[in-house]
């Protein structure tokens, strides 16, 4: 196959976004105790929960890797992300997206750091 136009090689350096989701945060959701066996879904428990970094309205999702106590960290292309948690019911049903955090600015070779107490 030829070319008519040169073809460019962009690099794009990505960024890290990372936190905590703390105690109250999780209570005031109803998600206490502990969240390890909520973390890894399974189809048998009453519910799981993930951390989706969300971009573009919604048209790329990016899961941040929530630990059982609450802290994540993921690395993400240059952007502007809406930081969702996410609870699911059996049968992998929706039952909560829960706002953390809205326009977070991850730039290249910078962390970006979110803190829910």
Not at 26 to 42: F, V
Not at 83 to 97: A, E, I, N, P
Request: hydrophobic share 35%; proline share 6%; aromatic share 8%.
């Amino acid at each position: 196959m030829s070319y008519t136009e040169p073809f460019l090689v962009v690099e794009v350096r990505r960024g890290i976004l990372s936190g905590q989701l703390g105690k109250e945060f999780l209570r005031l959701h109803n998600l206490t105790g502990d969240l390890t066996p909520y973390i890894r879904s399974a189809d048998s428990i009453p519910f799981s929960i993930c951390l989706d970094a969300v971009r573009d309205g919604g048209k790329s999702f990016y899961n941040a890797n929530l630990a059982s106590d609450g802290r994540f960290e993921v690395e993400l292309p240059p952007g502007t992300y809406d930081l969702k948690l996410v609870v699911m019911g059996s049968g992998y049903t929706l039952k909560q997206r829960i706002p953390v955090e809205n326009g977070i600015v991850v730039e290249e070779n910078r962390r970006k750091v979110v803190i829910r107490p």
